[in-house]
């Protein structure tokens, strides 16, 4: 096997050391050995294809994060994965469109046009929660592995209906400089509560009480929004809320809705306030 210094393969990956040494501590580009005395670093000319995917992904903006998952898909899944975020990108360049003219109108003071807020009434709940400070790239890994791998795979029942969809509460900015916190909650059926949180120690099980929550709906398919796109609609919700003079009751709601009729694109996500 051909090796190569860090020096040498910096120049054929067109990554500087710095970044090398990044990639290496994140798992995401690791040295085929590293010398036991001094810890220089020797890389495997074979590892130049997987260099230069790094650098492309990066190129286009994706998070170190959501490259760390595309490297340990095979080939198709991870062309798959690609084109979805592609299309998150797109969709959200859309949205930063739109939410930069909003701000044009705001300071010309013109009203800009309104989504469609709709007021459902939400029952009193059993939820298992929890709480905790993530960013914006930590978000959806985070929500992934509690909301599909260990809930949802792990054959926790949910109540029916819109009152029975797990949601995230954002109790605070979450941005690439800010981290929340964000609460995931998950309701479960009254009588089935206290058994199934003993099999989660780690969240928390608390009621919550009935309300009505003003709701947007985002038409994207699947469960991720980009974050212009959750910056226009929570900007909707805050206007309508004043504009009809109701109070907010907590943070910003992502709902994650299931449809029957959207099959294989995941649920629609609704962006919601909880009303006093």
Not at 107 to 123: C, F, N, Q, S, W
């Amino acid at each position: 096997m051909s090796m190569v210094g860090i020096g040498e393969f910096s120049r054929l990956s067109r990554l500087s050391p710095k970044a090398l040494r990044l990639y290496d501590e994140l798992g995401l580009l690791v040295p085929a050995r590293v010398d036991a005395d001094n810890g220089y670093r020797w890389y495997a000319v074979t590892q130049l294809d997987r260099a230069r995917m790094v650098a492309s992904l990066r190129r286009v903006g994706v998070p170190l994060a959501r490259i760390r998952a595309i490297l340990a898909l095979d080939p198709e899944a991870a062309a798959e994965e690609i084109r979805a975020y592609w299309a998150d990108a797109e969709a959200d360049h859309a949205a930063q469109r739109v939410l930069v003219g909003r701000l044009v109108d705001h300071l010309h003071g013109k009203k800009a046009a309104m989504y469609e807020v709709t007021v459902r009434d939400i029952p009193e709940r059993r939820l298992l929660s929890l709480v905790s400070r993530v960013n914006q790239d930590e978000l959806e890994p985070m929500t992934r592995e509690l909301f599909i791998h260990r809930l949802r795979g792990g054959g926790v029942p949910r109540v029916e209906g819109t009152a029975g969809a797990p949601f995230t509460i954002y109790h605070g900015e979450v941005s690439e400089d800010s981290d929340g916190p964000v609460e995931w909650c998950w309701p479960v059926p009254d009588d089935q509560a206290a058994e199934i949180a003993a099999g989660f120690p780690d969240l928390t099980l608390r009621t919550e009480p009935a309300h009505q929550e003003a709701f947007v709906r985002q038409e994207t398919p699947g469960p991720w929004v980009a974050g212009s796109q959750v910056e226009v609609a929570v900007g909707a919700l805050f206007a309508w809320a004043s504009e009809h003079d109701r109070h907010p009751n907590g943070g910003v709601r992502g709902v994650l809705v299931p449809d029957p009729a959207r099959q294989g694109t995941g649920p629609y996500v609704e962006f919601a306030l909880s009303l006093r």
